[in-house]
């Protein structure tokens, strides 16, 4: 079970056009940020492969190739703006590798929203060529109502994003074979004392700026919290660092990372002043629970 950060950046990434502060033009890798995105990498009930996408951003083919995506069996949508959706095309490569169709998972009004742009996609027929278009299977999802993705249990969670509703997601791996509600309480006792932190269950929660009273229930027990952590300074739709703390503060995850994170913020001189359990998201950070079980392949 692996968590992937495929990008951490805001809607114009990091290095920004034509920017020449210091973190657009800094030397550190991970001051370079593509779209926010993420990937849930694991073996399933049947010792099968699977990869779920969390976003399909704009830069998701850099992404795929930077980070060995070599398969896309389902994509979580958190909501529906560009640099979370305009990647969508890309996966029709999937679509031929597989072959067959890809499931997405969206809000009602995000499915709306990528019918409309995406049209040639899901109203094929009515294309005047017959062309190379991805295979898509759209299911609309609900805050609070589980889904079961062979064997992961992905729970959305409601959020708001300034004045819109969006969604978050809930992994939990206990429906895994060595998912880590299934390994003994001896073994993850060991892993603990060697300094390994299980990173699930996680949530994954991006372009947020409050969490709805609703909501908090689904954020308890977590293992690793990914939360929106834009700047210093207020922002109508996302939340600060220092609001992010808060959040974090009140989740108590075991640990926690910042995402979509702009160029504000320096890598190195803001991880420095982070508490101890929270740290800087960065692009292709993997997060894995292989400590509390035999590793298994997922090639």
Request: aromatic fraction near 8%; glycine fraction near 8%; charged fraction near 20%.
């Amino acid at each position: 079970m692996r968590f992937t950060l495929l990008g951490t950046g805001t809607s114009s990434g990091v290095p920004a056009i034509g920017c020449t502060c210091a973190v657009c033009t800094s030397s550190d890798p991970r001051d370079n940020r593509l779209r926010t995105g993420a990937a849930v990498r694991f073996v399933d009930v049947d010792g099968r492969a699977r990869t779920v996408l969390i976003d399909a951003t704009p830069d998701l083919r850099q992404q795929a190739l930077r980070f060995g995506l070599d398969r896309c069996d389902a994509i979580l949508f958190t909501h529906n703006h560009v640099d979370h959706t305009f990647g969508l095309d890309e996966v029709r490569r999937y679509n031929a590798m597989q072959k067959g169709p890809i499931d997405i998972y969206a809000e009602e009004h995000t499915l709306a929203f990528l019918k409309g742009v995406f049209r040639y996609i899901f109203d094929r027929d009515a294309n005047l060529n017959d062309s190379f278009v991805a295979n898509l299977i759209p299911w609309t999802i609900r805050p609070g109502e589980a889904l079961d993705l062979w064997g992961l249990r992905v729970t959305p969670v409601r959020l708001l994003h300034g004045k819109l509703p969006i969604v978050g997601f809930r992994f939990d791996t206990g429906g895994l074979r060595n998912g880590a509600a299934t390994v003994s309480a001896a073994a993850e006792a060991d892993a603990a004392a060697d300094g390994f932190v299980n990173p699930f269950p996680l949530a994954y929660c991006t372009d947020v700026s409050a969490v709805p009273p609703e909501s908090w229930r689904s954020l308890e027990g977590l293992g690793t919290l990914v939360i929106d952590g834009l700047r210093h300074r207020a922002h109508p739709t996302h939340l600060t660092v220092a609001q992010a703390l808060d959040v974090v503060e009140r989740v108590r995850p075991r640990a926690a990372y910042l995402t979509h994170i702009s160029h504000d913020l320096g890598h190195a001189a803001t991880e420095a002043e982070l508490p101890e359990g929270v740290h800087m998201g960065f692009d292709g950070l993997t997060l894995s629970d292989e400590r509390l079980g035999e590793p298994q392949s997922l090639t």
